[in-house]
């Protein structure tokens, strides 16, 4: 089995036990290959933990929660210095936190406080954490999956920008159509019924073996020598530098977006777009590819001006008109 056709075994196994959020199970999986954090923002109840859950059952990987709520501490986070004593001697080790895993949920994310928040900023970005004098490095595979409620914003506290600009893509969950909820219903009832099925009344059903992290590691060497055209990092570019200079496309769209994207946006908007292009069986980055995704990527980099807010406009209708007006290389 090739590195690609493991990850589209992987695609298959989550898109069975999250029904009707396709589009949200691709950008997690472009998430995971293109080694960058995503959050996932939706309605209670859509199915957001069990996506990030259906992804770490299916991957040989260790997968670590964290519930964010208020008076949660960072070294609830990152892990602290404990004090032992044995013999008469003491010494101070280190007990590492949740964030030690190799896919971490963070539910909820924006219910804590910026301290707890801002010890995130260090292990997304370096991929290591500093505790008192020491820093521990964080395993080769890991990925943050921070889950967030739109709509109720008693008790949150907003991401501050420097963080959100740390996340590869912002995926919004909608509801799923009436089909994809009424086998939801059927898909839930059917787990329900397998939990309550007396001990040996059933053989269990067969499952696939998980993915190994090697085949994620081999998928991100093949993603790594796609080929990208020099038209095509212009093309990426151009696009992030439209977000900071929209006059020069478009005066309605410069009264729009009062604050661009920063140069992450195009490093980020060039991995997922390989990581995109690698899924669909390609060799090469097409402007398609690139425009596929540039929405996920951008959406949480740009600030809009209290006039598109006050039109009702929001970010992906702001940045549908800018992809109109940028044309490819």
Sequence with gaps: MTARDSMLALQAAMNAEVLGQPVVVERMLIGLLADGHLLIEGLPGLAKTRAVKAMAKHLQADFSRIQFTPDLLPSDVTGTDVYYSEGGKGEFRFQPGPVFGNILLADEINRAPAKVQAALLEAMEE????????????????????????????????????????????????????????????????????????????????????????????????????????AIETYIVALVNATRNPDGYSSDLAKEIELGASPRAGLALDRSARAYAWLQGSDFVSPGDVQAIAPDVLRHRIGLSYEARGKGRDADAVLADLLALVAPA
């Design 127 to 230: 991929r290591q954490v500093t505790v008192g004098q020491q820093t521990h490095p964080l395993p080769d595979l890991f990925i943050v999956m921070a889950t967030q409620n739109p709509i109720e914003q008693e008790g949150t506290y907003p991401l501050p920008e420097a963080q959100t600009d740390r996340f590869l893509m912002k995926v919004l969950v909608d509801y799923p159509a009436p089909a994809d909820e009424a086998e939801v219903v059927r898909l839930v009832r059917s787990e329900e019924q397998a939990k309550l099925a007396p001990p040996g009344d059933d053989a269990p059903k067969p499952q696939a073996a998980p993915i190994a992290v090697d085949d994620v590691f081999a998928a991100r060497r093949e993603i790594a020598t796609l080929h990208v055209a020099e």
